[in-house]
């Protein structure tokens, strides 16, 4: 059973496109999370979501935004795709706040052209 | 803000040999979180420490925090191919925030 899934696996666009990744989670955890990897597999926390309320934004530019449609999603929107967003994004669950250990997702490979 | 450092970057063992990664940190640590990842997948989560002094294992992976909570160690013992991939330590910065380091890549050699 898959516990926290993303689709798609891979991603390739052009610039200036808008696309979406999504999340899903089986696990009935309240707190969701979008992280991104970078080409030197720097992991750095984007979004988190507790019971589909933005708890912590990062600087994100707001060309993404995220969405959360009920706590078992939380779905990751970009607009106008700039080559800098080529990256691995990583969902990512846990049960709660504080300490929780959070489980993630396989990642969506991003490629920007 | 918190910053975790892991060295080494990059380690290639023979298989059956032991290894370490360690993970320090900037600031004291409340909540450090070991995960794997292999190429093209997700973080598997491996253990998670909190208390100065405390020590976990699973398996043939021991992970050890220090008193001071400032430094983790990840210890393979007679490592195999299975153990390859990228290591990450993590830390808690609290509000559900895990701050990660660099990360680890570890190539075992048959």
């Known amino acids: 059973d898959t516990a926290v899934s993303q689709t798609p696996k891979y991603l390739v666009t052009q610039m200036g496109n808008d696309k979406s990744i999504k999340c899903e989670q089986n696990l009935g955890h309240d707190t969701m999370y979008w992280y991104k990897q970078d080409s030197k597999k720097f992991l750095k926390i984007m979004f988190s979501y507790n019971n589909k309320e933005l708890i912590i934004n990062e600087t994100v530019p707001n060309r993404f935004s995220p969405k959360s449609p009920d706590k078992a999603h939380l779905n990751l929107h970009i607009n106008s795709l700039e080559l800098g967003d080529s990256a691995v994004y990583f969902c990512?669950?846990?049960?709660?706040?504080?300490?929780?250990?959070?489980?993630f997702g396989p990642g969506t490979r991003l490629t920007v052209l | 803000s918190q910053e975790l450092e892991q060295s080494p970057q990059s380690l290639i063992v023979q298989e059956g040999k032991n290894l370490t990664i360690n993970c320090t940190s900037s600031?004291?640590?409340?909540?450090l979180y070991w995960y794997k990842q292999k190429y093209g997948e997700g973080l598997i989560f491996l253990m998670m420490l909190q208390k100065g002094g405390e020590e976990k294992s699973h398996e043939k992976i021991t992970a050890k925090l220090d008193e001071k909570k400032q430094q983790s160690s990840l210890h393979i013992t007679a490592s195999q191919p299975s153990h390859a991939g990228i290591y990450l330590c993590g830390a808690n910065q609290g509000a559900q925030k895990l701050v990660f380091g660099q990360g680890t890549r570890l190539t075992i050699n048959p």
């Open positions: 600031k004291t640590l409340y909540g």
């Open positions: 990512a669950s846990s049960q709660g706040g504080g300490r929780d250990t959070q489980y």
